[in-house]
């Protein structure tokens, strides 16, 4: 089930640390810059228009280690408040050196996942009409003869027997039934002139506009009567819908409300040691993320993008360097720093029981589709959050993560016998993670059990 978007005019800060507080455990100071950066938004677009543009958004960098909810706060603020957002490895950008094209990739990305979330609210908005358009597309197919409105029984009355067919319809009984029907092709015959890549953009936008040129080409499909509705309703969604404000719309909400997250940063910031070698290439990945975060334009397929008021979130652990390390111009750019703690074993038993999607949750409810009925108990979860602390600690921390791994292990065998299962209840308490779980504990190559 989709979460709802909040009502960002009457939220406020601790509203949003709230909402955030549902599926993130601890990190207060990061739920809180974010939430103030959201509020910012909301405050610039009451401001006199004469002073809004020059109000710029308070970019932020999370300093911690992984997994300890860096991502996941950005990606919920994200979800809540419908903005676009896209997660970057900056470190990527060490691949191709400092050439700058790929940089502004990030920016096409969000347009993209703007049009589509755009595009997707413009189709709920019209689905009851799509839906009733494609039933009666679907009912000409079924019953041919009844296509007509002013088709009429020897009796002289309005033919019952579309109705008929459209309550059967409803209910499902004609689910098992396959129906041939006509769909668009909207494929537009391939420009290969403009297969280099610096010029597939040009490409692209060519098609886009010359795409009224070629005429509509429609193809058959055998399918069951419920793909066909689905087929059916989503072309006459799109039928119904206004393209060029969808487009519009998605430009301005990737410029106003775009969230780029920047992980990983500090692989691409080196202590200065060294006047060449790879540091040359880390800084200029930096040189060439400054004119998108400062706020440039962006040419993409759909339009010109400015991202002077996107909102950018840098993240790193930054052990091997430090922020202060970063060239000054975009430091500069990340006015608020917040750093995030390291999770503790009580963290873990937090995690494990407080979010809605806590892994406990999820396990019981996959378990539970074959009937096992597994329970987590108080001892059982500590005992899970003290085993993944200890591996942390022996190995490799990687934060919260480590619970996905050892739940797996600890699970494995239930999971493995389920389908035989049925009706069985499995209490997950101490000694039976004791039980699943000693080797690995015993055993100092913990790499031979969890990676």
């Keep these: 089930m989709s979460e709802a978007p909040l009502d960002l005019d009457a939220l406020t800060p601790p509203e949003v640390v709230a909402q955030l507080d549902r599926y993130i455990v601890g990190q207060t100071d990061a739920k809180r810059a974010v939430a103030l950066a959201l509020r910012t938004r909301w405050r610039r677009k009451r401001v006199d228009p004469s002073l809004r543009d020059e109000i710029t958004p308070k970019n932020i960098i999370m300093i911690g280690p992984t997994g300890v909810g860096k991502t996941e706060i950005a990606r919920r603020l994200a979800r809540q408040a419908r903005a676009p957002f896209v997660k970057v490895e900056a470190s990527k950008f060490t691949e191709v050196g400092y050439v700058g094209r790929d940089v502004e990739s990030m920016v096409r990305d969000l347009v993209e996942v703007s049009m589509k979330l755009v595009q997707e ?42 109705e008929k067919l459209r309550t059967l319809l409803r209910d499902g009984f004609l689910d098992d039934k396959d129906v041939e029907i006509e769909t668009e092709d909207s494929g537009i015959p391939m420009m290969s002139i403009f297969g280099q890549t610096g010029q597939e953009e040009m490409g ?37 819908v206004d393209k060029d404000a969808i487009v519009a719309e998605a430009l301005e909400r990737a410029q106003q409300s775009g969230i780029i997250f920047l992980d990983e940063v500090d692989k691409v910031v080196g202590r ?10 880390r800084e200029g990945v930096q040189r060439d993320l400054l004119p998108i975060v400062e706020g440039s334009t962006v040419s993409t397929k759909h339009g010109m993008v400015k991202t002077d008021h996107v909102l950018f979130i840098a993240a790193g652990a930054f052990h091997q360097a430090a922020v202060s390390d970063m060239i000054p111009e975009l430091q500069g750019r990340f006015p608020i720093r917040v750093e995030l703690q390291s999770l503790t074993e009580d963290d873990f038993v937090r995690i494990l029981t407080e979010p809605e999607n806590s892994l406990t949750r999820q396990y ?4 539970g589709t074959e009937g096992v009925k597994v329970r987590f108990t108080q001892d059982g979860i500590r005992a899970i959050a003290h085993v993944s602390s200890e591996v942390n600690e022996r190995q490799e921390n990687i934060g919260a ?35 699943q779980l000693e080797s690995i504990l015993e055993d100092p190559k913990l790499e031979r059990y969890i990676l």
């Design 121 to 162: 609210e413009a189709l709920e908005r019209v689905e009851t009409l799509a839906r009733e358009r494609a039933e009666e597309r679907l009912l000409d197919k079924l019953s041919p003869k009844a296509t007509r409105p002013d088709y009429e029984e020897s009796g002289g009355e309005p033919s019952s027997t579309r």
């Design 204 to 240: 692209v936008q060519l098609q886009d506009s010359l795409g009224h040129l070629f005429p509509k080409k429609t193809k058959s499909r055998t399918v069951k009567v419920p793909q066909a509705l689905e087929l059916l309703q989503s072309e006459e969604g799109e039928r119904l």
């Design 272 to 281: 200065q040691s060294n006047a060449q070698g790879p540091d040359i290439s």
């Design 364 to 367: 019981a409810a996959l378990l």
């Design 401 to 435: 993560r480590r619970l996905h791994t050892v739940m797996e292990r600890l699970l494995e065998a239930v999971s493995y016998e389920a389908a035989s299962m049925d009706g069985v209840e499995v209490p997950v308490d101490g000694p039976f993670v004791q039980s």
